[in-house]
């Protein structure tokens, strides 16, 4: 089954891009494992995907542990405390909520000397959505210049889990915004080449906007029970 979810949103991406006039490949696909055992993760990857997203740092950090064996990648997509930036900076390969310099540092400071630097994302709330961590667009710049001069750490791009949208059209408008963000970062001489947003609902306006990387959990691996 999640086999056949894996090569339907594969399509969907596919398809988005042809319609935006992209190459497939400038799109990645991230599979949001949160809630879902390693079992399903080994089916994932037997059907080709390798790379996964957790949001809760423990949970992730036992799946890590037991599939070590396997050529995964890994990114913490969840918000992070200051007494869980060890375990991300030993286990993970990135980190897509930083909107905080403090959690930056130190992750770079822990960061194992003997792994590749960890790949970061700054996440942007473009939209004031109170339930969404995030700094604003007219902060972004700033967090960015200083995370990017930070070592054992590497700046990557964007991302950002804007409020649902209505439609195609109001998904688009606030994902511009985050590309606004993202390219104005980059006329700064950042050099950032990750635009992380879409998700199972919304991932063909985010492809359309010019994401790079798609966050995709029930599409592939199908409802969440979550705990009481």
Known sequence: MIQIKLRQVQQRIAQACAQAGRAPLSVQLLAVSKTFGA?????AHAAGQTA??????????????????????????????????????????WVHTIDRLKIAQR??????????????????NVDGGTSKSGVTPAEALGLARDVAALPNVRLRGVMSIPEPAIDFIAACAVFTRVRTVFNALNAEGLGLDTLSM???????????????????????????????
Request: charged share 20%; aromatic share 6%.
């Open 39 to 43: 079992d399903a993760v080994v089916q």
């Open 198 to 228: 879409g998700m199972s609902a919304d991932m063909e306006a985010a492809i359309h906007e010019g994401s790079t990387m798609v966050r995709v959990g029930t599409a592939i691996f199908g409802g969440r029970t979550y705990p009481a």
């Open 52 to 93: 996964f997203g957790e949001n809760y740092i423990q949970e992730g950090v036992d799946k890590i542990r037991q599939l070590a064996h396997l050529p995964l990648q890994w990114h913490c997509i969840g918000p992070i405390q200051s007494n869980k930036t060890r375990l991300v900076a030993e286990h993970f390969d």
């Open 107 to 124: 992750l770079s400071e822990q960061r194992p000397a003997g792994l590749a630097p960890l790949q970061m994302c700054i996440q942007v």
